[in-house]
């Protein structure tokens, strides 16, 4: 391809994604040449912390700092799983991940729907043919620990990509649970009853920060629940590229639910000329499925996630707009 | 796309559902994009798509929803047959379950669908001849008895994938035509001007629109 042979980076991401054919590498290197200074920058700063003060279970104001400005590769599976309790619900419960596993007769109706979405999680990873069984056990053990949930589509991209990060299968389900039960509880349980709540707090939140977007959106008669169901039920795995996911993790982890009503607003506010701009309903969808998750608003993962944490946005009002959503009955 | 995008007579939503992994994500490609991903991902949520097809002269614009098949996810559908006018209900025809579960599907459109909903029942993945589980005369009987019309297609290599979004569209089109001769048009009419009145209540429901300037 031109586009790579000219290009100092290889049409495959560090974390083993294919890059598309719209790849943009020469906005790209823009964005690496000060990026890679800033994670050098980040890499120093995180080692000394982690001398200091290794434990990370209490997330101080410097911690939270931290945290929003990227962990760094090399330690984010040990961080993600300390600031979210995971590591400590695993030590609590050390044998739960084995005995799971060895569970003496699976559902088989969950072992099929999980089967049938192995190959098609992540096909454009190249590592990841070799990670499918260990996808399986995860989400397979998980779905017979909480029946309730069982196995949602949806969760073998997030465990996927804990996988990736993680290599590590048990603490790759312990963050799964973490995400599923502590975070974003109800999303992915057979009413998926909290999915609708937060998807119409959502649209209650585009109304009152971007009140002509919201407007624009539904003259055109896109349902919020066309535009927004994955970016919930994947926390935007599978939707934004990979390193943003990570930066946007980074912050759910540490500090919950909210970072993904920042993440969504987020997309709104930055492409809102974009969505202005489109003038017939075909067009609107193409530029949210398509566009808008691979653009350089969102592959510049620093600027982004800034543009995440300037918005206003308070514990206060997501939970008063949840009671709202849920008497109105969504 | 294409230039004229925006000028059709009649606008038509047809939803794709079945079981998940039986290709209905694909089949939405290959016709509106004449795509096939053999690297296909499960779809999460709701995704849509158009195209504009000509039937009697006239521009048929379908706009086609897709969505997950897991059961749950009729939880985020409730909107998803509002409206509705036709529905692809896909099998795969190497996974028999997939064909024992249409039952279910038609439940569900009785439910929820409008009662005049023009149903076409497909078996998807006709190129995986080895692996066939669902005889096509078994389908066929089945669809007759239902009153739906029947198809079998691959999206892989494209066997009639084109004729049957054309089959469902011309059928709708054939149905809400006739309807405007046969009932004059009262209460909720879409009227643009420069163009005869078309009833679009209460039972097949169609949004009808028309350029002008063409």
Known sequence: MEATASSKFSDVDEYG??????????????????????????????????????????????????????????????????????????????????????????????CDSISIDLPRTF?????????????????????????????CQGLNYIAGLLLIVTDDEEKSFWLLKHIVENIVPQYHSHNMANLLRDLA???????????????????????????????????????????????????????????????ALAMFITHKNDILGCDDIAALATLFRDHMIQDS?????????????????????????????????? | MGAREDEYDYLFKVVLIGDSGVGKSNLLSRFTRNEFNLESKSTIGVEFATRSIEVDGKTIKAQIWDTAGQERYRAITSAYYRGAVGALLVYDIAKHLTYENVERWLRELRDHADQNIVIMLVGNKSDLR?????????????????????????????????????????????????????????????????????DVKPTVTADVRKQCCQ
């Open chain 1, 201 to 263: 707090v959502f649209r209650e939140l585009v109304i009152r920060r971007v009140p002509a977007v919201n407007r624009h959106v539904e003259d055109m008669n896109l349902p919020y629940a066309v535009i927004a169901s994955k970016w919930f039920i994947c926390i935007f795995a599978e939707v934004l590229p990979v390193e943003t996911v990570l930066r946007i993790w980074d912050c759910v982890f540490a500090e919950g639910y909210k970072i993904v009503f920042r993440a």
């Open chain 2, 130 to 198: 080895h692996l066939r589980s669902v005889p096509t005369d078994e389908a066929k009987l089945f669809a007759e008895r239902n009153g739906l019309s029947f198809i079998e297609t691959s999206a892989l290599d494209s066997t009639n994938v084109e004729t049957a979004f054309q089959n469902i569209l011309t059928e709708i089109y054939r149905i809400v035509s006739q309807k405007q001769i046969r009932d004059p048009p009262e209460g909720d009419v879409i009227r643009p001007s420069n163009v005869e009145p078309i």
């Open chain 1, 17 to 110: 994604f294919k890059r598309g054919d719209k790849f943009d590498y020469k906005f790209y290197g823009k964005f690496m040449d000060g990026y890679l200074k800033i994670l050098t920058r980040r890499r120093i700063k995180w080692e000394g912390l982690l001398e200091q003060n290794p434990d990370l279970t209490l997330i101080s104001p410097k911690l939270k700092r931290y945290i929003r400005k990227g962990i760094p590769g090399p330690y984010r599976a040990d961080v993600w799983m300390k600031i979210s309790g995971a590591d400590e619900a695993k030590q609590r419960n050390p044998d739960l991940y084995r005995s799971l596993l060895n569970i003496q007769h699976f559902n088989k109706e969950i």
């Open chain 1, 123 to 151: 096909p454009d990873n190249i590592h990841f043919d070799a990670k499918k069984e260990r996808l399986f056990n995860i989400l397979c053990a998980y779905a017979h620990h909480n029946r309730d949930v069982g196995y």
């Open chain 1, 297 to 330: 608003i969102v592959t510049d993962c620093h600027s982004f996630v800034e543009a995440m944490f300037s918005l206003r946005l308070k514990r206060n009002e997501l939970e008063s707009l949840r009671k709202v959503a849920v008497l109105n009955g969504n």
